[in-house]
């Protein structure tokens, strides 16, 4: 039976394996119950274009996990987004030729939060974790997007951006390319992320804006309290903006690693610190929590306001996969983590099972102990949806 305007579709915690489906209804919700749905699409496609064809609007996902999405032109992807407005909760997108794929909408609003994407690429530049093509506006926020292979960690060409609160990695072995890549550039936000670049990059940016020019109207940059590492060791560019940026202003973020700072356009930079020595509670475990020796303890500055929006992140990504709010005390510290006493619990890249059992690599260690997926948890402390995932064994 067809699902019809306003439906909510759910989907048992099983593996559903070469399932494929297009859904051209409006208003769905579509969700898995207690625990990811995983849709394993093993090649089986819609139309050609991947796992779900999204046509209608309004859609919601939440609780779903989609692997295998491939396709003959090699673009297949887990979710091909064709109407307007998408938002993404609580989900997993790995080991598909592209996580999400977005195709052009101009009244188009997506919203990705919570949300692991993971090994998503063909291998061949084009194809990466996720693909926003020219939409109204794209808000990325508490999502881990690591380990594209050879393409970006992030794509957008979205009129406005909001990217809020992430953590884009490469780790030790990530063939990715960008960590973030808003090539048409526009009204932009990127705020409280950690970006890490690996030694096997495929290419030495980290963050690029406007590269294949500035159509986007009303295109302009904040940049403000991120973490940069940079473990390439022959160097790299950290920030390359467009030589013809109308607008760019580059504060509290902190660059660790060799390599030039900011290329082409020349920004209103301040409050930002770059060294070697950042005190990061565990470099090599990816944990970049700030030590109490760190030198980016209480040397940023308040950002101030942007539209009504507050610039000074409100929220900070945490290992093991938290999302808590950001202490306010004094001075702003530099970078994505403000300090809090926290000795640290170990971060490193290891394979995990999941709930269903399947062995997976999502790239994390905590703690000492193995880490599997669990149920899904109704709310965070802050009474949100969240996806209680990490959890030691």
């Known amino acids: 039976m067809a699902a019809k305007d306003g439906d909510t579709v759910a989907f048992s915690p099983v593996v559903f394996t070469g399932d494929a489906a297009t859904w051209s209804a409006s208003n769905l919700v579509l969700r898995g119950t207690a625990a990811y749905a995983h849709l394993k699409a093993q090649g089986v496609n819609a139309g050609g274009k991947g796992t779900w064809v999204i046509k209608g609007n309004n859609t919601v996902l939440e609780n779903l996990e989609f692997s295998e999405a491939s396709v003959p032109d090699q673009n297949g992807a887990g979710i091909r987004q064709e109407g307007d407005n998408l938002t993404v909760r609580n989900c997993f997108f790995h080991d598909n030729e592209n996580g999400i794929l977005a195709g052009d909408a101009a009244n188009s609003d997506i919203l990705i939060e919570r949300t692991e994407f993971a090994r998503n690429g063909f291998g061949d530049g084009y194809t990466h974790n996720m693909y926003i093509n020219h939409v109204k506006s794209f808000t990325l926020r508490y999502c881990y997007s690591h380990h594209a292979k050879v393409g970006h960690n992030i794509k957008t060409r979205a009129l406005r951006n909001f990217i809020l609160c992430n953590r884009s990695l490469d780790g030790t072995d990530g063939t990715g390319s960008y960590e973030l890549d808003l090539p048409n550039g526009g009204y932009t936000v990127i705020a409280g992320n950690v970006f890490q670049q690996g030694a096997a990059t495929e290419n030495p940016t980290l963050v690029s804006y406007g590269e294949e020019g500035l159509t986007n109207t009303g295109s302009a940059v904040q940049i403000i309290n991120n973490t940069f590492v940079n473990d390439r060791p022959s160097g790299g560019t950290f920030i390359v903006l467009a030589a013809a940026t109308p607008s760019a202003r580059v504060m509290n973020n902190l660059f660790v690693g060799p390599g030039t700072l900011i290329s082409g356009f020349i920004p ?110 109704p709310v965070d402390g802050l009474g949100r949806t969240v996806r209680h995932s990490l959890k030691s064994e």
Do not use: C, H, W
């Not at 700030?290 to 539209?307: C, Q």
């Not at 610039?311 to 808590?324: T, Y």
């Open 268 to 377: 209103d930079s301040s409050a930002n610190l770059a060294t070697q020595s950042p005190g990061f509670l565990d470099r090599a475990g990816f944990d970049y929590r700030l030590a109490a020796a760190s030198p980016a303890i209480d040397k940023g500055a308040d950002p101030g306001r942007l539209d009504g929006m507050a610039l000074l992140p409100d929220m900070q990504f945490l290992p093991p996969g938290q999302v808590l709010p950001r202490p306010v005390k004094g001075p702003p510290d530099i970078g994505a983590f403000e300090y809090d006493g926290s000795a640290g619990i170990g971060y490193r890249q290891a394979s995990a099972r999941s709930a269903k059992g399947q062995v997976q690599d999502i790239g994390v260690l905590y703690g000492g102990g193995r880490l599997f997926f669990g149920a899904i948890d």
